[in-house]
């Protein structure tokens, strides 16, 4: 690509913020540029530096778009603010925009509300629509649309998985739980990150015994196509790609002819569904509704149908809000009330719930190492201090990112602290007959 | 895995594997079982590895070298007949994170073949020992040979702790055990005949942080 | 001089009423007409009900910025109080407010007391507002790296506004609200747009020029956010 065809690609791309949606164009010519979210973001906190301003990142939009779009910036250029786009920024550009996690904490603080991910997510489209989004990201995407899951993995591996966790569990028990896949009709049909069954699959397992103690092992199933609720068409701003992998998830529901669609702990996977694909009707009127595992879950616990064995969990454990869940969903109690019932010592983090920090991986960040450094040293302090002041030895999280972020964080700073899922917590120490799960050691 | 430096790890028969920067053999052509077992202490193998534990690698390797893939942790599991809990206590840093670097594969291999092997959460390798933010232990009574082998190992010590080293470790305890104080340097060197840099080369930390702190002596007696 | 006079005191107070009235209305309705899905940032409830209400809430108490920077909230929000309050004082310049004040009951020594003494420390604390947002861009790394020109030229404009308003009534120079009055009911009546007695004061020429600049530039400058904020949180509260 000539860097002629490479402007004016992206000149068009700026100008068309000015046709919608709104936000993007108010956040244009809104800011007062009073430095607000510099003070609140993960990332300048971990380093006061002005390529991590929140307001720099937006301005290199906004620069672009007072050259193009604005009076002032055609009557006096550089003095109102206006820059032109050089083709070379664009190597600058694919760190810069991989460099905020879109935990929307700004939009929270800022005094007119302007949600920077929005532009973030902006300027990746651009990168995208240019073939530069990071290779790492790409590649993820490109496996997602192929086969429907961020793994790659097929119906085969996914079933003799299945499987495996059945027996696990029996063994636990010592009683038979259903997982059931590809059940037509099943009133729930539960969309997991895939990892939360092929890598750490205690939070299915978890959920698995919620739906046994209920008497509602045939209410529920699983999908040997459709079992990844990730989507990274979110994170590399590609709606095409988002809509598409989508619209797979949507039919395989409708084909089940579930009534429920049950999200997993996967926080961008519920926003899209229930925050974007539901509230915005993407494809019309939907059969069923979107309904989270942890809302699910802690409903029941709250009905009182669940005894647990705290002991199983005597270690002090910590909840620490995805931004998805937390900020942008608003699911902030129902993850609590499952680790207070689950957990011996839970132990708040500060601030919380819509206030938390980002972990320092949002974004799709967490799946990039090439900037491994990046999120150990800069956007991962915040937690870090945080996580450490709670002196908690287990951070329980509902999402995938998190996870590895924090893992690696923890590992990477040498603290003996170990990561996991809500519904995790709640395997170990659900009791089913009168008995939590045997776990054996084999020391 | 902050610095850029070359990594590498020095087995007991002086045998030298560079490694990628996230810890993992940087090639994974050059694996041998020199190589796992050095692994597998740095993974919390302290006892050598069992019949399982190489049974499991084998499993990792032919995998890599016949499908060139990498079966997920429960699909792992899945063919072994493990259950998750058997894993975990053979390799307490877990599957990604334990066995598949004993057994010599990648990080970039890891990645390339599924980015969900990455997200594994379990894996924090609980040090036995509890340790003073100065680093020396802190309960003289906690201290056993295998501990003193662990911080040799830290050390990379070409030929692993000698007679001398144990000569050092034992007189020293006793001497504390008996007056609840850390003797002079220059007791320590006259009891042993040596001299000062003697004993530097036989402890690479100095006399407080290599000689005292491997023999589980306190920071302040 | 007569024909500066005419631009500066007839010529620019209509343009940039109009342009002013214009530009808001244009931005209103663009960005009135464009899409906005819901993006909704949470605890939307704690937030005072109503997307409406919450808008309200934000822009007079400023509540998000209370939570993220109090130090900038106190100054801005004393800043924009007063703002609100002297443009209100200046009601009495443009028209004969203390006919209606003295029907309710206020006597004419009063009147004059409320103008010097709450117009008089409006001026000094508005002032000292100003000087304190002009040294905090300065002084805190992460707000100067963001600040442009344009940032500083309108905080500028306004402490000059200020100043010259603040001379106009502790100075020595004699400023008489009676022909100002008879001025704007002329501008307002479009009549009688040469010889204008109350022109003859060069401070007010000057604060007056300087005032309807920043009201030309608000629809196309920084100073939008005065509108913006009724619309951008209406965004994440739906």
């Known amino acids: 690509m000539s860097d002629t065809n490479v402007k004016e690609k992206v000149v068009n791309a700026i100008k068309a913020i000015k046709n919608g949606p709104r936000a993007g164009r108010l956040y244009m010519e809104t800011c007062a540029k009073c430095g607000t979210c510099a003070?609140?973001?993960?990332?300048?906190?971990?380093?006061?530096?002005?390529?991590?301003?929140?307001?720099?990142?937006?301005?290199?939009?906004?620069?672009?778009?007072?050259?193009?779009?604005?009076?002032?910036?055609?009557?006096?250029?550089?003095?109102?603010?206006?820059?032109?786009?050089?083709?070379?920024?664009?190597?600058?550009?694919?760190?810069?925009?991989?460099?905020?996690?879109?935990?929307?904490?700004?939009?929270?603080?800022?005094?007119?509300?302007?949600?920077?991910?929005?532009?973030?997510?902006?300027?990746?489209?651009?990168?995208?629509?240019?073939?530069?989004?990071?290779?790492?990201?790409?590649?993820?995407?490109?496996?997602?649309?192929?086969?429907?899951?961020?793994?790659?993995?097929?119906?085969?591996?996914?079933?003799?998985?299945?499987?495996?966790?059945?027996?696990?569990?029996?063994?636990?028990?010592?009683?038979?739980?259903?997982?059931?896949?590809?059940?037509?009709?099943?009133?729930?049909?539960?969309?997991?990150?895939?990892?939360?069954?092929?890598?750490?699959?205690?939070?299915?397992?978890?959920?698995?015994?919620?739906?046994?103690?209920?008497?509602?092992?045939d209410k529920w199933t699983m999908s040997s196509k459709c079992f990844d609720g990730a989507n990274y068409g979110l994170f590399t701003g590609n709606d095409g790609d988002m809509k598409k992998d989508n619209e797979l998830y949507v039919q395989e529901a409708k084909d089940l002819k579930c009534k429920t669609m049950l999200m997993g702990e996967c926080g961008h996977a519920y926003r899209i569904m229930k925050m974007m694909m539901e509230k915005t009707g993407w494809w019309g009127e939907l059969p069923f509704k979107v309904e989270n595992c942890m809302e699910w879950t802690a409903d029941r616990i709250k009905e009182g149908h669940f005894?647990?064995?705290?002991?199983?969990?005597?270690?002090?454990?910590?909840?620490?809000?995805?931004?998805?869940?937390?900020?942008?969903?608003?699911?902030?109690?129902?993850?609590?009330?499952?680790?207070?019932?689950?957990?011996?010592?839970?132990?708040?983090m500060y601030p919380n719930r819509g206030e938390n920090w980002c972990c320092g991986g949002g974004g799709g960040l967490s799946a990039m190492d090439d900037i491994i450094e990046f999120r150990m040293e800069v956007s991962g302090v915040k937690k870090l201090e945080q996580v450490r002041d709670t002196g908690a030895k287990y951070i329980a999280t509902a999402c995938s990112n998190c996870k590895r972020q924090l893992t690696q964080l923890m590992e990477h700073h040498d603290e003996e602290i170990d990561v996991g899922g809500v519904h995790d917590m709640l395997s170990r120490s659900i009791l089913i007959n009168g008995k939590a799960a045997d776990r054996k050691e084999y020391v | 895995m902050s610095s850029d430096k070359t990594k590498t790890i020095t087995s007991g028969e002086g045998k030298t594997y560079v490694l990628d920067k996230y810890g993992f053999l940087a090639n994974p052509e050059l694996w041998d079982e020199e190589f796992a077992r050095s692994m597998a202490r740095l993974q919390g193998i302290y006892d050598g590895m069992t019949q399982d534990h190489w049974n499991f690698i084998y499993y990792i390797r032919n995998k890599y070298q016949e499908e060139k893939t990498l079966p997920l942790l429960v699909v792992a599991c899945l063919d072994n007949h493990w259950r998750l809990d058997k894993l975990r206590s053979l390799f307490p840093t877990g599957y990604f994170r334990g066995a598949c670097r004993i057994a010599g594969l990648s990080y970039a291999f890891l990645c390339d073949v599924n980015i969900w092997h990455t997200y594994e959460t379990v894996p924090n390798l609980k040090s036995e020992y509890k340790i003073t933010p100065q680093g020396f232990l802190a309960d003289y009574e906690t201290w056993n040979e295998r501990y003193a082998h662990l911080i040799g190992d830290e050390w990379g010590l070409s030929e692993g702790l000698t007679d001398k080293h144990w000569q050092v470790i034992h007189f020293l305890r006793n001497y504390y055990q008996a007056m609840h104080n850390i003797p002079n340097v220059h007791e320590v060197c006259e009891a042993h005949n040596l001299e000062l840099d003697d004993l530097k080369e036989l402890f690479p930390g100095g006399y407080r942080r290599g000689a005292c702190r491997i023999s589980g002596l306190p920071f302040f007696a | 001089m007569e024909s500066l006079r005419f631009l500066f005191g007839v010529i620019l107070p209509y343009v940039a009423v109009i342009v002013f009235l214009l530009g808001m209305i244009w931005r209103f309705l663009t960005w009135k007409k464009l899409a906005s899905p819901?993006?909704?940032?949470?605890?939307?409830?704690?937030?005072?009900?109503?997307?409406?209400?919450?808008?309200?809430?934000?822009?007079?108490?400023?509540?998000?910025?209370?939570?993220?920077?109090?130090?900038?909230?106190?100054?801005?929000?004393?800043?924009?109080?007063?703002?609100?309050?002297?443009?209100?004082?200046?009601?009495?310049?443009?028209?004969?407010?203390?006919?209606?004040?003295?029907?309710?009951?206020?006597?004419?020594?009063?009147?004059?007391?409320?103008?010097?003494?709450?117009?008089?420390?409006?001026?000094?604390?508005?002032?000292?507002?100003?000087?304190?947002?002009?040294?905090?861009?300065?002084?805190?790394?992460?707000?100067?790296?963001?600040?442009?020109?344009?940032d500083y030229l309108a905080l500028?404009?306004?402490?000059?506004?200020?100043?010259?308003?603040?001379?106009?009534?502790?100075?020595?120079?004699?400023?008489?609200?009676?022909?100002t009055r008879e001025y704007f009911a002329d501008l307002a009546t479009f009549r009688n747009f040469t010889d204008i007695a109350a022109l003859q004061n060069g401070t007010f020429v000057l604060h007056m020029s300087l005032a309807f600049l920043l009201i030309m530039c608000m629809p196309f400058s920084k100073l939008l956010h005065f509108g913006g904020i009724f619309f951008t949180h209406q965004l994440i509260r739906k």
């Open chain 1, 39 to 217: 003070s609140v973001c993960p990332i300048y906190h971990g380093k006061s530096e002005k390529r991590y301003n929140p307001a720099e990142r937006t301005d290199l939009i906004r620069r672009i778009y007072r050259k193009y779009c604005t009076i002032t910036g055609r009557l006096f250029g550089k003095w109102a603010g206006a820059e032109d786009f050089n083709p070379e920024d664009i190597e600058e550009w694919r760190s810069i925009f991989y460099e905020c996690t879109g935990c929307r904490r700004c939009a929270t603080y800022c005094p007119f509300g302007i949600d920077h991910s929005v532009m973030t997510r902006k300027g990746r489209a651009i990168l995208d629509m240019l073939g530069k989004t990071p290779d790492t990201m790409q590649k993820v995407v490109d496996i997602s649309l192929e086969t429907g899951n961020t793994d790659g993995a097929n119906d085969v591996a996914f079933k003799a998985a299945i499987e495996f966790l059945e027996e696990e569990m029996e063994e636990e028990h010592g009683i038979p739980i259903k997982i059931p896949v590809d059940v037509e009709g099943a009133d729930y049909f539960y969309v997991p990150p895939s990892g939360d069954v092929l890598v750490n699959p205690e939070a299915t397992m978890g959920l698995a015994k919620v739906f046994h103690i209920l008497g509602m092992a």
């Open chain 1, 307 to 348: 005894e647990f064995d705290k002991s199983k969990n005597p270690q002090p454990v910590t909840y620490h809000d995805p931004c998805n869940f937390g900020r942008s969903c608003g699911i902030t109690e129902d993850p609590r009330v499952i680790l207070q019932a689950a957990c011996a010592d839970f132990r708040e």
């Open chain 3, 38 to 150: 819901p993006m909704t940032l949470f605890p939307a409830s704690t937030s005072g009900g109503s997307p409406t209400l919450n808008t309200i809430k934000e822009s007079v108490f400023f509540s998000s910025l209370f939570k993220g920077d109090r130090l900038l909230w106190i100054i801005a929000w004393i800043f924009h109080l007063v703002l609100v309050l002297i443009i209100l004082g200046h009601l009495r310049v443009f028209t004969n407010i203390d006919q209606l004040l003295m029907s309710l009951g206020m006597s004419e020594d009063a009147i004059l007391a409320m103008s010097t003494g709450a117009g008089g420390a409006a001026g000094v604390i508005i002032l000292a507002a100003t000087v304190l947002l002009l040294v905090r861009r300065l002084a805190i790394p992460r707000v100067r790296e963001i600040t442009g020109f344009a």
């Open chain 3, 156 to 179: 500028l404009l306004i402490g000059a506004i200020i100043i010259t308003g603040n001379i106009m009534r502790f100075g020595p120079e004699h400023f008489d609200l009676v022909l």
